[in-house]
Structures are given as C-alpha cells and as structure tokens.
C-alpha cells in the first residue's frame, strides 16, 4: 500500500541553526500538506503544496513540493527555541478521504 | 474558528472493559476521522466518516468500531479494551472538497491518552 516516509526520524539542533525534514512518498500525491504539533499538544496545519515544483514561504520555513510530486521538504532558516514539535507530512490516498502520515520529524531546539 | 473537543484527555481503564471516546466538532464539517498516534510509528488512520452513519475502515480497524449518529459527533467504541491500544487518540474534521482532487485541511482536537492496565 501506500506509504509516506520522513527523515530524520529526530534532530537536535542548537539555536540559530537551519534545520530541514524531508518527506517521501511511494506513490505520486495530488497534493501535500504539512502539520506542526507541540509537545503536548495536537497537530496543527501549516501548509498546502499543490503544484510539481512548488515553493511556498512562511517567514523562516520554506515549503517544497518535488517535480515528480512524489517528494517534500520543510525548511526552517535560523530555528528558535519556538519551533520546537514534531512535523508531519501528510498525503491524500488517491479517490479517497483518507490521509497518510508521514512518521514525523521531531525537532529540538537547544538555546 | 473550528473547535473539536474530545471527551476526555486522559482515561485510564483496565483490559476487557468497554471504552466510548467521544469526539465533537462545531463547524459543520462532513469528515470525521480517528487516528492514534505512538511513538515512531506517526499518525495512524483507525476509522473514517464521510457522512452521517456512513464509515469506513482506515488502515488498522481492528479492535475499534465507530458511530456516527449525527453530523457533529463521532464515536470511537473499543468494545473490549486490551493493553496493546494504550495510546493517544486524536479525533480529526475536515470540509468535503472529494471530487474536486483537493483534500481539505484537517483540524485536530486535544486528543486522549488511553491507559489500559
């Protein structure tokens, strides 16, 4: 079946440094969606990347979704203490409602 | 702003017992879904609900069975509790965009952290 696979699985960075996840699938998406979840708390939507190729911007995160739309990256520029989580790609199951998550990224940010 | 609510942040109950979570939301939305998350192993879909009394399985069912009675509500029924689904529960909505090839943001609620000793 479908599969959505992230790395690094953990990453401690100090703060000020860049940080990056990256998200592939087994199959081609239609679209992926990127979720941030705080410790303790419940995964909160970020993003939507729709097209092959696409760059999306948030402040310091920077969104790409592949060519192929088989592959996705989040990029934090300069972390803070504040991107601490875990983040999660998410991908729809073609013709269906249903979505697959990735195994998620969880961040540390060391002050 | 959507809200989803879930009955309970932390149960705790013993194997073999029947255990009701429950999970509401107040925008209107069509889909309802149950996940659980453990470590490493990410988000997993139990449950999905498209419509009222309709459902269909996600990718691990066993175990679980769902009610959907009416738009705002869904519940998920572990008829006979085990020690294998102590885990977090998150209960998700979304808007209905099937068909339009775009999948709709999902809002999550606080989620449950299930015991079963």
């Known amino acids: 079946g479908q599969q959505v696979m992230q790395i690094p699985q953990y990453q401690h960075v100090q703060e000020g440094e860049d940080f990056t996840t990256y998200c592939n699938s087994s199959?081609?998406?239609?679209?992926i969606q990127w979720y941030k979840q705080r410790p303790g708390g419940h995964p909160v939507f970020l993003i939507q990347?729709?097209?092959?190729?696409e760059v999306k911007k948030q402040k310091r995160l920077t969104f790409q979704f592949g060519e192929a739309k088989k592959n996705s990256s989040l990029h934090i520029t300069a972390t803070q203490t504040t991107d601490v989580g875990t983040y999660f790609c998410a991908g729809p199951n073609s013709g269906t409602y249903k979505y697959i998550f990735g195994t998620g990224t969880r961040l540390k940010v060391l002050a | 702003d959507v809200k989803v609510t879930q009955s309970s942040r932390y149960l705790v109950k013993r194997t073999g017992e029947k255990v009701f979570l429950e999970c509401v939301q107040d925008m209107d939305h069509e889909n309802m879904f149950w996940y659980r998350q453990d470590p490493g192993l990410g988000l997993r879909l139990i449950y999905f609900s498209y419509d009222v009394k309709m459902k269909e399985k996600g990718d691990i069912p066993e175990g679980y069975s769902v009610s959907r009675e009416k738009k705002e509500r869904f519940s998920l029924i572990l008829e006979s509790a085990s020690t294998n689904q102590t885990s977090m529960y998150l209960c998700?909505?979304?808007?209905?965009?099937f068909g339009t090839g775009m999948t709709d943001t999902q809002y999550f609620g606080p989620g449950t952290r299930l015991t079963v000793l």
């Open positions: 199959t081609t998406l239609s679209n």
């Open positions: 998700a909505s979304s808007l209905d965009k």
């Open positions: 990347l729709v097209k092959s190729g």
